[in-house]
């Protein structure tokens, strides 16, 4: 849908917070574009900061934050005075055990799984199940999302979306790097890190073949006897050609 039919009968009062900052910036646009006013934030403590400074209709809460994780932001945001108020969110790249278990009860209203859609989160909020509807997965999917960059264009000047694009291929190499540091050297939990924020990043800019396979070799990681080398080496499989794509993507500007 172009960006400017995106419009939504009730706008929101909306706090952002992703540490990423090619998906913080993608999902910002979708929202402004869609009508929402938006605050970001990249971190745990500075998503309770803006949540105790001003009245939000959503709260929109990674699960991966750095130095406050997401589930622990909720836990202290519901302690606050006017804490029971916003509607939250949680986002997260994956939809693992772990991740949901993480969740439970730390005061959230439901999981949504990235990339953040519009039509999903309506549904949320006018009372579905948001971690249910998002955990479904295609019968097929194909290994890009043409689509997910065509919005990108339409929602931002050619210049500035060619710009986030080409930063994101340089976020996904730097974190494939990471990770494949990581588990030659066995750290597992640097290594589910980095394959989570692939996932993340990934699906917001439709290169949906390295998503299944960094969240598979998220939920292997999380195995006791995790043997991660098969998963590994189907994400490297699918990383290469997903930087081609998005690059590509950002050298045409039309």
């Known amino acids: 849908m172009p960006a ?17 900052t090619v ?6 646009v979708l929202l402004e574009r869609a009508g929402h006013r938006v605050v970001a934030v990249e971190n745990g403590p ?4 803006a949540a105790a400074g001003k009245s939000f209709d959503l709260i929109l809460m990674d699960l991966g934050l750095p130095d406050l994780p997401g589930d622990e932001a909720v836990r202290a945001i519901r302690q606050q005075p006017n804490g029971a108020a916003p509607r939250i969110l949680i986002l997260t790249a994956s939809a693992t055990t772990q991740g949901h278990g993480r969740c439970d009860g ?31 997965e295609p019968a097929f999917e194909p290994a890009f999302d043409e689509d997910a960059i065509a919005t990108m264009r339409e929602m931002l000047p050619a210049t500035r979306a060619a710009e986030l694009i080409g930063k994101a291929a340089a976020v996904l190499r730097r974190h494939g790097q990471v990770l494949d540091e990581a588990l030659k050297a066995g750290d597992v939990a640097t290594a589910g890190t980095m394959a989570h924020k692939i996932a ?9 073949a390295l998503r299944r396979a960094a969240r598979a070799l998220e939920g292997e990681l999380e195995r006791p006897d995790a043997d991660p080398a098969h998963r590994a080496e189907e994400l490297a499989g699918t990383l290469a050609p997903a930087l081609e794509f ?3 993507s950002a050298a045409c500007q039309g």
């Open 106 to 136: 730390c005061g959230a209203d439901g999981i949504l799984v990235k990339p953040l859609r519009l039509d999903i989160l309506s549904a949320a909020l006018d009372g579905g199940s948001p971690a249910a509807s998002a955990a479904i």
């Open 200 to 208: 993340g990043v990934s699906g917001q800019y439709g290169c949906l």
């Open 246 to 248: 998005l690059e590509r």
């Open 46 to 49: 500075a998503a309770v900061a």
């Open 23 to 28: 998906t913080r910036l993608a999902t910002r």
């Open 4 to 20: 400017d039919q995106m419009g939504v009968a009730h706008p929101l009062h909306i706090l952002l917070a992703e540490d990423e």
